[in-house]
């Protein structure tokens, strides 16, 4: 006679959205919420379900729950483990290590078997990972962790062996990793994507409800409702980011704003209004790694699109460039010489008789001194550019680094952007196209071939923009 099995009540009870989610599990899922939905608890218990699922196979069950920081994990992750499998932990089918925030399910032997480890992303937590397999992984807070490196080099071949599932989960931070993720899979049937807004589930979520006295069933809370909607009045780009899951909502501090930037997508203007403008290309250079030189041409309020070229030498990189000069007749080319990177390129275009061409330093120091380096100068001339009526490609690469970029003020009082290093991490790779782009205003060009001083020169078109005009106000954020 077979071995009656025991079902043990853990307490927890799915709310409708959380139900819909996990319904449709898969072996690669992306969870999208507002605030409080109950995404921790919900991969939490995703977590035991799998581990006692697998309790009794002859290999070793291994889960994980990687949160961005160890502290995060250890007060808000690893006390809801412990509160939920307390009943498993009483009869003695699960052991709990607080130290190592370990949890060990016991198998049908009283042997302990299935694991879940929790772990942090911060100080190469998650690197304990590598080389080792995994049944499945939870990764929250994707757009806080350096996802590329965590995702693809340590959570994707941990899987592989056992073939086990992923959930990636998070609040939306702007256009970063999980906007990448969603992008790239949302038409991906082998992927489960679930996106819930504040607006659309607040009703059914435990933490917006209180429970009705005469019943003593739970009810929404329109209080609770209209209290969310009071902390975030003076804050409407971060409501509809982290409780509307809106990837269109600008940062605090963008530079660049979304409502600038997403009308000059695939604009298009009339020749007359930029033909007479200089032709300026801006090439940036790649240095070592997988980076990819990028070539961006503009002509007044038009740029065209911006090409990109892997796995070119600098002598062969200049060869390109040539062509790209020679074809567009450009009046002036912009390098990309920090750190170094493109002196080769520039002496070889030199010798190749190109001599309007000009390395340039992002770290040098900026014409206008309100701003603390060139980089941050060029950036802002390409907002101010779009607020003229700039026309960009369709390019959702160049959008999403254009839409990261922020800018802090120095104790000199001047403004900085947001360092390179930082965009990386939060889009995963070099914004090349963007820094392409801010090197065709590296300085202002006159057309070959226009009229010399004292003639009239025709430099602004029926919209009133004008390559030459100095910025008459400032502001650090402006």
């Known amino acids: 006679m077979a071995k009656k099995k025991k079902v043990v009540d853990l307490g927890f009870v799915e709310h409708k959205h959380q139900r819909k989610f996990l319904s449709a599990w898969k072996r690669r899922n992306l969870l999208i919420c507002t605030r409080r939905w109950g995404k921790t608890v919900a991969a939490c218990m995703k977590l035991t379900d799998s581990a006692c ?22 007060q808000i992750t690893w006390p809801i483990f412990k509160e939920f499998l307390w009943p498993l932990i009483s009869i003695g089918h699960a052991k709990i290590n607080d130290q190592s925030m370990e949890v060990h399910f016991l198998n049908n032997r009283g042997k302990p078997w299935a694991q879940i480890k929790l772990y942090g992303a911060d100080a190469g937590g998650a690197e304990a990972i590598r080389g080792n397999y995994l049944d499945g992984v939870v990764l929250d807070e994707g757009d ?20 086990g599932w992923m959930l990636v989960t998070g609040t939306i931070r702007g256009r970063s990793h999980l906007y990448n993720l969603y992008q790239a899979n949302q038409d991906n049937d082998l992927w489960n994507i679930g996106i819930f807004k504040f607006e659309d589930c607040w009703r059914e979520l435990p933490a917006y409800c209180i429970q009705d006295n005469d019943s003593g069933l739970w009810v929404p809370s329109d209080r609770k409702y209209f209290e969310v909607q009071d902390d975030y009045k003076n804050a409407p780009n971060a409501y509809q980011r982290e409780m509307q899951c809106n990837w269109d909502a600008d940062g605090i501090d963008s530079l660049i704003p979304n409502e600038l930037l997403d009308p000059a997508l695939g604009r298009h203007i009339a020749e007359d209004q930029y033909g007479f403008a200089a032709k300026i290309l801006g090439v940036d250079v790649a240095g070592e790694g997988p980076d990819s030189h990028t070539i961006c041409f503009r002509q007044g309020l038009a740029c065209r699109d911006i090409v990109e070229i892997k796995q070119a030498s600098e002598m062969e990189l200049a060869d390109i460039i040539a062509k790209h000069i020679t074809r567009h007749d450009a009046d002036m080319c912009f390098i990309d010489h920090t750190g170094g990177y493109g002196a080769g390129t520039l002496s070889r275009l030199r010798q190749l008789g190109f001599n309007r061409v000009a390395g340039i330093n992002f770290g040098s120091k900026a014409s206008d001194p309100h701003y603390s380096n060139k980089r941050t100068e060029m950036f802002h001339c390409v907002r ?46 070099s914004p090349d196209r963007g820094d392409a782009l801010a090197l065709t205003f590296a300085s202002p060009v006159k057309p070959q071939g226009q009229a010399g001083i004292g003639q009239a020169i025709k430099t602004a078109a029926s919209t009133g923009y004008n390559p030459l005009k100095r910025r008459k106000a400032y502001g650090l954020l402006r």
Request: aromatic residues 6%; proline residues 6%; glycine residues 4%.
């Open 144 to 163: 806080q962790v350096d996802f590329p490196v965590i995702f693809r080099e340590i959570v994707r071949p941990a899987l592989s062996d056992t073939d």
């Open 53 to 74: 699922r697998l309790a009794n196979r002859k290999k070793q069950p291994k889960f994980a729950y990687i949160a961005p920081q160890k502290d995060q994990a250890k």
């Open 384 to 429: 101010d550019w779009l607020k003229e009526g700039g026309c960009l490609p369709s390019d959702r690469l160049l959008a999403q680094e254009l839409s990261v970029l922020s800018c802090v003020e120095t104790t000199s009082g001047k403004a900085m952007l947001i360092k390179k290093d930082d965009i990386r991490e939060q889009i995963g790779r």
